[in-house]
């Protein structure tokens, strides 16, 4: 049985604390927040939970094997570095951290120490994406050409974090998952209108051998929009995570050179044949990664999203930053 202690009741510890007491070879040990309020929610919630506003106490806590943390990114080094440094696995919530300086000393420590950090991308465990990654490993898409993106809507604003801080390692943790290349540089340009932090944001990432990414992230659309565009040499693909049933759609589209005998037979032709709709498994993806972190602690196995695929994403967030700031320089990863 594994011991779990929540650090945080706020916006997303709600669906944490629910989905571990609802699995089994777990239970929650503790649930800490400061506020009166949340911890009042959790009460209604699960009368029995013992919960803490001091979160010494959970750290330090015999009865706690595994930390989850889901509090705002600017604390999660310190009660991340605190909890693997009293023995306690980690499940923490994206962004990994603020740094990748901070993030790669996690990962030091926990290797050290032989305990396992689980970074909380949530939609790797998405029928959806796992649907996705089937298909390019079967090779149904061909050589990847581009990954573009939108994830809009209005608000909810941030006060501590940037809209690309916010809604950006979405992607990037798919990208990461989807392409196995590595970056090369990413180039990012957007505004702040309203309370200082950007909340309008384009990224691009370079990778090798003529792939490219490009995400659109905005706290000011008017209307929600979650579609993802991936084009391959064979095939093309959309997802529209809004969509309740046919989220992704396969199509038989394409483009290529024909080889002629002169300059002027040097055409493109177009491929447009079928679409068809693959059967998506329709599960709550935090369950089933609260799930798979329980079964990597057990079996003492990294996680696919461990702290090493949580730094890619925080250096890749750096280096978005940094292009910010010069207005659209490439950044080399």
């Known amino acids: 049985m594994i011991r779990i202690g929540v650090l945080g009741y706020g916006y997303w510890g709600p669906n944490i604390v629910r989905n571990f007491r609802s699995l089994g070879g777990c239970e929650v040990a503790m649930v800490c927040d400061r506020s009166p309020a949340a911890l009042k929610r959790l009460k ?19 009865t706690v094997d595994a930390v989850a943390v889901v509090t705002p990114v600017c604390t999660h080094f310190e009660l991340a570095k605190a909890a693997l440094e ?3 696995h980690v499940f923490i919530e994206k962004p990994f951290t603020s740094t990748t300086r901070q993030a790669e000393e996690l990962v030091e420590l926990a290797a050290r120490k032989n305990l396992r950090i689980m970074v909380d991308h949530t939609f790797l465990f998405t029928g959806a994406v796992r649907k996705m990654r089937q298909l390019i490993d079967e090779g149904v898409l061909g050589d990847l050409y581009y990954y573009d993106s939108t994830r809009v809507n209005l608000g909810l604003f941030q006060h501590d974090v940037s809209v690309i801080w916010d809604l950006a390692p979405h992607d990037l943790s798919i990208m990461d998952f989807l392409i196995q290349d590595k970056p090369d540089a990413v180039v990012a340009t957007g505004e702040a209108h309203l309370n200082g932090h950007v909340d309008v944001a384009y990224i691009t990432v370079y990778f090798p051998r003529n792939t490219i990414a490009h995400v659109n992230v905005n706290w000011l659309s008017p209307v929600k929009i979650r579609t993802t565009l991936i084009g391959g040499e064979k095939k093309m693909l959309v997802w529209n995570d809004l969509e309740a049933d046919e989220k992704i759609k396969v199509y038989d589209k394409g483009a290529q050179m024909n080889n002629g005998q002169g300059l002027y037979e040097l055409l493109v032709s177009y491929r447009a044949g079928d679409m068809w709709a693959p059967r998506v498994e329709q599960t709550e993806a935090l369950k089933v990664e609260l799930g798979y972190f329980l079964d990597c602690v057990a079996r ?5 999203n461990d702290g090493v695929a949580g730094t890619r994403v925080v250096r890749m967030l750096e280096a978005a930053d940094q292009s910010l700031k010069e207005r659209g320089r490439a950044v080399t990863l």
């Open 300 to 304: 003492s196995e990294p996680p696919l």
């Open 44 to 62: 209604q919630a699960h009368p029995d939970q013992a919960v803490t506003t001091d979160p010494s106490e959970l750290l330090t806590s015999a």
């Open 86 to 88: 009293n023995g306690k």
